[in-house]
């Protein structure tokens, strides 16, 4: 059978959706899958391949269909017509089954477009909706569009869309960690933590024993943001600042503890022999998309505005969830990580706000997040889950309310 | 009324246009008007430039020089595109078209250009006292006037556009293609112009 997955949205969600695709894989051993990805992620293609089952990628040039809509300098089908092509690209393909793991007005649009007789996930079909009969369609509908309470992963959620069934890949305690990769730097600003933080965090690190080598790890355009840091850490030793290609980031990640604030990095990571902890602000919400995987750790403020909103630029008068972060309660995690300090020790340490966490997959195959220090708002079982989705489709939703912006949040 | 006029320019004597006794490009240096004309174009990098008006042709000339694909140039005068012809040998790179709605070569090209991306340069030196004409030809060649999509109608991509609905008094937007349907009947154009108006939302 052949299979179309499209994953239009961001880079890290394409890393988030092959945990998704690697799983159908598992239980559909003989299925080939085909991945749509915006053109703008070509770099990305031998990465995507080399982590996931995906035969080929093919790509949906959205800048330049829209430049092409919007340029009125440019011809009037000559957007029309890159989507006409690459239509017919897709039916030449003869798809059997489509993914739709994008969950958009676009991609259900897309859906109608390629007209693949079998559809997992929302789509159109002769300009009708299909696909939301789900429970977990109508919850991932109902819930990932808003600023709410999650109360699972967005990768658990697609799984069961997709009506996977969920097998889960512990942490082995086996891991020994040859060095410490740091990401220091987001796509928002909200999301990110200052430089003083970060050369407390490495100074911390040195002055607890940690003699592990430390690279501070960014894109090639971000490496001159890291100047000040450079100079206030030239003194500490096995420290490099580098800007790895994707295909290089790999060799950095194995093996490594990665700290790192809300990024693709983390969604590749959770792919590779790594062991991550995530600074997560702003609005980085660690129930829907922290990294999927078991073993991560997940320093998170206590803040009630924490995580905010995704589409908003923070309210506050300052970022009062950096100041929750410690870099002191960072540096123990990692410790514990490289067993420098005993997990019982480490609780006891770290210092009275810190709120941490590490995640697990559950019987039920599903991540989970487990207080180490703190607490879990809300969180909810998948019973109780199951009866709140019951609840809400027997009220209301005739009418669907797709998303129209194109991202997880991720 | 295209007349022309007899100028020395940097001890060259030239026979340079006018319409309605008011000149069609630099008497003063045709030729610096053209390099800086070449440098607002920015990058060309196409197999194909439009350029919407003649002049003198200074411009067309230097744009022959510096760029190696092909150059349709749509005039609305006939007796530039002569002079422009008798003043110089012929290049097999370099179209210029009499632009008449009439003029078969000008809906190919319309078509073409209506589904391509090819860079169009207007040459508005050349279009004194006649620009809401050469302004039209730039609507024309991108598809975004009624009046251009009526030549086109029975392409793919215009066929369930109800003309009477069209603006007339401006550049044509997708949406506005889409609002123009009478019928909605989800065939493959109106699916493609659906799943293209959700980019620009």
Redesign the interface.
């Known amino acids: 059978m052949k299979v179309l997955a499209l994953s239009l949205l961001r880079l890290g969600d394409i890393f988030m959706h092959l945990h998704v695709l690697n799983t159908y894989k598992r239980h559909n051993p003989t299925h080939q899958i085909t991945l749509m990805i915006n053109e703008q992620f070509r770099h990305a293609e031998h990465l995507i391949l080399s982590l996931s089952k995906v035969e080929r990628i093919i790509y949906f040039d959205r800048t330049a269909i829209q430049q092409g809509l919007l340029d009125k300098n440019s011809g009037q089908l000559y957007s029309y017509q890159k989507l006409s092509k690459l239509t017919e690209e897709v039916q030449e393909l003869k798809i059997d089954r489509l993914l739709n793991l994008t969950h958009n007005q676009l991609s259900a649009r897309l859906v109608d477009l390629f007209a693949v007789g079998d559809v997992k996930g929302i789509g159109y079909q002769d300009g009708k909706v299909i696909g939301l009969q789900s429970l977990a369609t109508k919850y991932f509908n109902e819930h990932y569009s808003e600023d709410i309470n999650y109360s699972f992963h967005y990768v658990d959620i697609l799984k069961q869309i997709l009506e996977l069934q969920v097998d889960c890949v512990q942490t082995s305690d086996e891991f020994l960690a040859k060095k410490i990769c740091i990401q220091v730097f987001s796509a928002e600003e909200k999301k990110e933590h200052n430089t003083q933080f970060w050369c407390d965090l490495i100074s911390v690190l040195r002055a607890t024993g940690c003699t592990l080598p430390i690279y501070v790890i960014c894109s090639p355009s971000e490496i001159e943001r890291t100047s000040l840091m450079r100079l206030q850490l030239q003194n500490i030793e096995n420290l490099h600042f580098v800007a790895p290609s994707l295909n290089e980031l790999v060799s950095y990640l194995m093996e490594s503890v990665l700290i790192t604030v809300d990024t693709s990095i983390k969604h590749i990571a959770s792919h590779l022999e790594t062991r991550i902890v995530e600074i997560s602000l702003g609005s980085s919400n660690p129930v829907k998309t922290s990294a999927y995987a078991a073993g991560a750790w997940i320093l998170h403020s206590a803040r009630s505005c924490a995580p905010c909103s995704h589409s908003r630029s923070c309210h506050q008068p300052e970022y009062f969830c950096r100041q929750d972060l410690l870099p002191q309660d960072v540096a123990i995690t990692v410790m514990q990580i490289i067993k420098e300090i005993k997990l019982e020790d480490a609780k006891t340490i770290l210092s009275p706000q810190a709120q941490v966490f590490t995640t697990f997959f559950d019987e039920a195959g599903i991540l989970e997040l487990a207080a180490f220090k703190g607490s879990i708002a809300e969180k909810i079982s998948d019973q109780a889950y199951l009866e709140k989705a019951k609840v809400k489709v027997s009220v209301n939703h005739t009418t669907p309310v797709m998303r129209r912006d194109n991202e997880s949040g991720a | 009324m295209i007349q022309f006029a007899r100028a020395e320019i940097q001890g060259e004597s030239f026979e340079l246009p006018l319409r309605n006794g008011k000149s069609l490009c630099s008497f003063r240096n045709p030729q610096q008007e053209a390099e800086r004309w070449l440098r607002n174009a920015g990058k060309l990098n196409s197999s194909v430039i439009y350029v919407i008006g003649l002049g003198a042709g200074f411009h067309v000339d230097l744009l022959l020089q510096s760029f190696q694909g092909e150059v349709r140039v749509l005039e609305l005068e006939v007796a530039l595109i002569e002079k422009y012809h008798q003043t110089h040998s012929p290049c097999h790179r370099l179209t210029i078209l009499e632009a008449h709605k009439e003029n078969a070569t000008l809906r190919k090209w319309i078509h073409s ?6 860079p ?1 340069l207007d040459f508005r030196a050349s279009w004194v006292d006649d620009e809401t004409n050469y302004g039209e030809l ?1 609507g024309l ?4 006037i009624r009046e ?2 009526a030549l086109q109608k029975s ?4 066929r369930c556009v109800n003309l009477e609905k069209l603006p007339t008094d401006r ?4 949406r506005e ?1 889409v609002q123009s349907w009478t019928d ?1 009947n ?1 065939c ?1 154009e109106q ?6 108006q ?4």
Not at chain 2, 113 to 118: I, P, Y
Not at chain 2, 191 to 196: A, Y
């Open positions: 250009s209506t589904v391509q991306n090819f169009i730039r060649l991108t598809g975004r251009s999509i392409n793919d991509g215009f550049l044509l937007s997708a293609i909605h989800y493959q699916k493609l112009w659906l799943t293209l959700e980019l620009l939302k």
